[in-house]
Nanobody, 124 residues
């Protein structure tokens, strides 16, 4: 079982930046992939980015490619999501998730543990 706690959300103007962090405990951190998802009001949860257990491989949604960067620090059991050039359509609750054993990718079904979420609001 993995416990995840997100932080770093807030209110920012369009074009600004935020850095989200996800602190993990429980399962050996370096043994599983981690992803970020987001959910806006009235919409389904959407994949944002994910990173493999080693940090050597990443996936990004097309909508954030070139603006967001996911990274992990296995020594600190932490994953970060650096978000630059933010747009109003990036407004959502952002969730960190730990991949199921032997799984990793873009689908929410590949992730078995979720944080409580952090709100990101981008004003125009």
């Amino acid at each position: 079982q993995v416990q995840l706690v997100e932080s770093g959300g807030g209110l920012v103007q369009a074009g600004g930046s935020l850095r989200l962090s996800c602190a993990a405990s429980g399962r050996t951190f370096s043994s599983y992939g981690v992803g970020w998802f987001r959910q806006a009001p009235g919409k389904e949860r959407q994949f944002v980015a994910s990173v493999a257990w080693s940090g050597g491989s990443t996936y990004y949604a097309d909508s954030v490619k070139g603006r967001f960067t996911i990274s992990r620090d296995n020594a600190k059991n932490t994953v970060h999501l650096q978000m630059n050039s933010l747009k109003p359509e990036d407004t959502a609750v952002y969730y960190c998730a730990a991949a199921r054993e032997g799984r990793w990718g873009r689908s929410p079904t590949e992730f078995g543990s979720w944080g409580q979420g952090t709100q990101v609001t981008v004003s125009s």
